[in-house]
């Protein structure tokens, strides 16, 4: 079942509205929607097989931080089953979604994938297990040692993690329907019924159904410059009707 996870996600009659209120001040805020906060990864509901198509429309084109929604691992967690969430350590990335980041962003690991605006993307990794990670966190702060991010960003995690992106054109300040169906060995995008994207990059399972909206950016660029934080933001919000979301 999706719940929202703050207070800037409301039902409403035809579905969902996620909202931001405006700030000159750089604080995290964000909307969410979602099937998984409380469940430990092997326990996320979605695998190869399943679909999502939601009819939406967003407040402008352009808005500061990302948005988006579809299938993913919360891979970045660090979260130990407090305040109701499941017990997840960061893992490798496993996603399937449309995805606006804004031009801060930087989130690709190859020179040659679109790295923000609006995408059609997907990321499938081996599932390794989060214990053999967790020692990698100890050498997090070497990533900012710009020449070693950069050997670590390309000879390493881009080895690990394999990605497709396309870029998308549209007005997403108009009503749309986004379809996604993802396969075994391959993801179909699609809006309007016309297929946008294809990718034989499909993630690993499960996974769980994430809608959102925040205004924090991250950008690992190839040089190897690691920058990460929130930004301000206008009033801003997602409207979301005919949500189905298939086995």
Known sequence: MLLPRNPHALPTAQGWR????????????????????????HRFLWHPGSSLQ???????????????FGFWNDPFSFALGLGGMGRRLPCLPNCAWFFYASPENYLSFRANRPANGLLAQTFAAPRLPSLLLAPALLGFPLLFLRPLAQQIRTHLVARLVHEDACQLHLDVT????????????????????????????SPQGPLGLVIWMDNQFAAWRPDGSLRA???????????LTDLHVQP
Do not use: M
Not at 229 to 239: R, Y
């Open 18 to 41: 996620l909202h931001l209120p405006a700030s000159a001040q750089s604080a995290y805020r964000y909307a969410q929607i979602d099937d998984y906060t409380p469940l430990p990864r």
């Open 54 to 68: 939601v009819r939406a429309r967003l407040s402008a084109s352009e808005l500061p931080g990302t948005w988006g």
């Open 174 to 201: 108009a009503w749309h329907t986004y379809r996604l169906d993802w396969h075994p060995n391959q993801v179909v995008f699609c809006i309007d019924d016309q297929t946008v994207f294809k990718t034989h990059i």
């Open 229 to 239: 934080g929130t930004l301000p933001n206008p009033p801003a919000w997602l409207e």
